[in-house]
């Protein structure tokens, strides 16, 4: 095993409990707990954090597993960018602004922009819709009216739950185009589903905080450096500073509950004791290490779906895009980002696809996608027609996020379960968010907060400022 113990971090009182997964779920339990004054085991399987944003070499490339981005409505994910000292390196826009490139025009590809105006909400986009070339004026004013009906959604509803978005849309006027060019636009990459494939609950969500809460929203934050920079190098540095004991390559095994209140916690070649557990890992991995009675209905764990993503990766000999990333309609490409810089290439440019509802391409051999997707970035981007591809790879997620289908909500468990000092963390867990990187660290921050309520210690107040923004 290896670890990593630092002793600058605040004094531990006896306490102890384990978090299991090392990903942004379970760092941000251990941080959260560890800055009030809780010893911290943080046990994690692979030989790095950062669970499924990540990064690798190849050759002299560092690659990250999939593109991820945020908004400027992810408060806790921004939260946690300030804890590790990562903010500075992946920045927001200073307004929202999304090159949208349709591909299936006749007279060739057509450029519109999504981006706000320094107004108050719903203004800010009302520019930017009434000029979008992709939409007729028609679908253009429905629009507006389908995002007042939206905005008017109990989000505390649960009867969303029950629906799909895309029937909703419908009901409210929107066109099978205004939903491809509009709403699927965003919501494929937020939710990980098409709107007819989507819980109404999990996308009124997505839409009424990104795009009708606040004017700033909906900007977008990425990483101008490797995810691992961020997810592991970053985050072992503030974990070791907060005292956390950092164990990776360290799989559990078991979890099991003594008489007297106690927990196990097993890994090869250690049982590790325990006052409280904290299990932040994907949700059949969850199901497998519950013990009996944990929770009243463990197999509902096993019935929230997966949705995988694919990522599509591209160097070539000569620079071809002029912006950091687009957005592209009429193509089975979907976004499209300059990784040149992040990933350290010196010559040449290196774009990332990211595909997102990637069911029927997961699968495909590297050859096949290569087939389908140059000839889609020709049609895109002149300027790749005389460039050289240096390299072409793919990675793939098979189970990148949980699907948000329509009564995924009831299957979703709190951080508490019935078995005492147990918690669950995880993006799949009940955050009211999709799976994204702001519900991970949203459910670590909730399951700290229920150890330190069982454990009767005050939560460190910095750690909640970003509820209250939110």
Request: charged content about 20%; hydrophobic content about 45%.
């Amino acid at each position: 095993m290896t670890h990593g113990t630092g002793s600058q971090g605040p004094i531990a009182d006896g306490r102890h409990t384990v978090v299991v997964g090392g990903g942004l779920a379970g760092i941000t339990a251990a941080l959260a707990l560890a800055d009030a004054g809780v010893r911290v085991t943080l046990l994690e399987g692979r030989p790095r954090l950062g669970g499924l944003a990540f990064s690798f070499q190849r050759g002299e490339l560092t690659v990250d597993n999939g593109q991820h981005v945020y908004l400027r409505c992810c408060t806790a994910y921004r939260w946690f960018l300030d804890r590790v000292e990562g903010a500075a390196l992946a920045p927001l826009q200073d307004r929202l602004d999304v090159p949208v490139l349709d591909a299936a025009r006749p007279a060739g590809r057509r450029l519109g922009r999504l981006r706000r105006d320094a107004l108050p909400v719903p203004l800010h986009l009302g520019r930017s819709l009434a000029t979008y070339p992709h939409l007729s004026l028609a679908d253009r004013a429905k629009v507006g009216r389908a995002a007042l009906a939206l905005k008017g959604l109990d989000l505390a509803d649960p009867a969303l739950d029950t629906q799909d978005f895309g029937s909703w849309l419908a009901a409210h006027g929107q066109s099978e185009r205004a939903i491809e060019a509009l709403w699927d636009l965003v919501g494929v990459a937020t939710l990980n589903a098409v709107a007819g494939d989507a819980s109404l609950g999990l996308a009124a969500m997505v839409f009424k905080t990104g795009l009708l809460s606040d004017p700033g929203a909906a900007d977008i934050g990425w990483a101008r450096v490797p995810l691992g920079d961020l997810h592991d190098r970053l985050a072992r540095k503030a974990l070791d500073s907060a005292g956390v004991r950092t164990e990776v390559r360290t799989r559990v095994t078991s979890v099991s509950h003594h008489g007297n209140g106690g927990w196990s916690v097993q890994v090869p070649g250690e049982t590790l004791q325990a006052d409280a557990v904290v299990l932040a890992v994907p949700q059949r991995e969850a199901h497998d290490l519950l013990p009996p009675g944990a929770l009243d209905a463990p197999e509902r764990l096993l019935e929230i779906g997966t949705a995988p993503i694919l990522n599509v990766h591209v160097v070539y000999d000569r620079k071809v895009l002029a912006r950091p990333f687009f957005a592209a309609l009429g193509t089975p490409v979907q976004w499209v980002f300059d990784r040149t810089e992040a990933s350290g290439l010196r010559e040449g440019q290196y774009l990332a696809l990211s595909q997102s509802v990637a069911q029927g391409e997961i699968d495909e051999p590297v050859a096949v996608l290569r087939r389908r997707y140059l000839p889609e970035l020709e049609r895109l981007l002149p300027l790749t027609r005389g460039a050289g591809v240096r390299d072409f790879f793919v990675t793939r997620e098979r189970t990148a996020t949980f699907a948000p289908t329509p009564g995924v909500g009831r299957l979703r468990p709190g951080a508490r379960t019935k078995a005492s000092g147990l918690y669950l963390a995880g993006a799949w867990t009940a955050t009211g968010w999709p799976a994204t990187m702001e519900s991970a660290v949203r459910s670590g921050v909730s399951a700290a907060d229920a150890v330190l309520g069982a454990l009767g210690r005050p939560r460190p107040q910095h750690l909640f400022e970003f509820e209250e923004a939110a």
